[in-house]
T-cell receptor, first 117, second 108 residues
Framework: DTGVSQDPRHKITKRGQNVTFRCDPISEHNRLYWYRQTLGQGPEFLTYFQNEAQLEKSRLLSDRFSAERPKGSFSTLEIQRTEQGDSAMYLC???????????????FGPGTRLTVL | KNEVEQSPQNLTAQEGEFITINCSYSVGISALHWLQQHPGGGIVSLFMLSSGKKKHGRLIATINIQEKHSSLHITASHPRDSAVYICAGGGATNKLIFGTGTLLAVQP
């Protein structure tokens, strides 16, 4: 395992459908982050896990979005009833770190590009 | 108002030129990250710094904590340096707050 992996790399879906993305972090990393990036913009924070605990969620994460990290390893991000505005690159990153400690270097996955038609 | 501001948004340079990208950040950010993103590609972490200066190859990153300002320098720029460079702030909240990025094009 040499890095963070994400699956799928690309997803095209119709408005109203549900989609699920997976992120596999670097194996010894206990922190996992989800970000969203739209064209021409920097990434925006969505949510963050310390082991299996979801510690913070952005206001960007509406009720249609849910993220899990059931065993503290891989994570899934689900979007229900997709809208065209959900079209973006969804990035996952992982890092080491203990609760309450400052942010450490984050390692990013290649992203999942979502297109909602 | 974004808590991390980057400039310039776009930068074109000739091969060999010295390049500087600037980043200002707000209170509450204790570590500054510099990241590189190639078109259609993932993000690579270049530096994370909370004080002083770091160097890796032709890349140098500096931070001034009092002024809440950081710079990324590229010496002897090369076309393969063409990418989007993003600064991001991290702090007690454990998440990164990103600038909008600087699109760098180095022409041969």
């Amino acid at each position: 395992d040499t890095g963070v992996s994400q699956d799928p790399r690309h997803k095209i879906t119709k408005r109203g459908q549900n989609v699920t993305f997976r992120c596999d972090p670097i194996s010894e990393h206990n922190r996992l982050y989800w970000y969203r990036q739209t064209l021409g913009q920097g990434p925006e924070f969505l949510t963050y896990f310390q082991n299996e605990a979801q510690l913070e969620k952005s206001r960007l994460l509406s009720d249609r979005f849910s993220a899990e990290r059931p065993k503290g390893s891989f994570s899934t991000l689900e979007i229900q009833r997709t809208e065209q505005g959900d079209s973006a690159m969804y990035l996952c990153a992982s890092s080491r770190g203990e609760f309450g400690q400052p942010v450490n270097e984050q390692f990013f996955g290649p992203g999942t590009r979502l297109t909602v038609l | 108002k974004n808590e991390v501001e980057q400039s310039p948004q776009n930068l074109t340079a000739q091969e060999g030129e010295f390049i500087t990208i600037n980043c200002s950040y707000s209170v509450g950010i204790s570590a500054l990250h510099w990241l590189q993103q190639h078109p259609g590609g993932g993000i690579v972490s270049l530096f994370m710094l909370s004080s002083g200066k770091k160097k890796h190859g032709r890349l140098i990153a500096t931070i001034n904590i009092q002024e809440k300002h950081s710079s990324l320098h590229i010496t002897a720029s090369h076309p393969r340096d063409s990418a989007v460079y993003i600064c991001a702030g991290g702090g007690a909240t454990n998440k990164l707050i990103f600038g909008t990025g600087t699109l760098l094009a180095v022409q041969p």
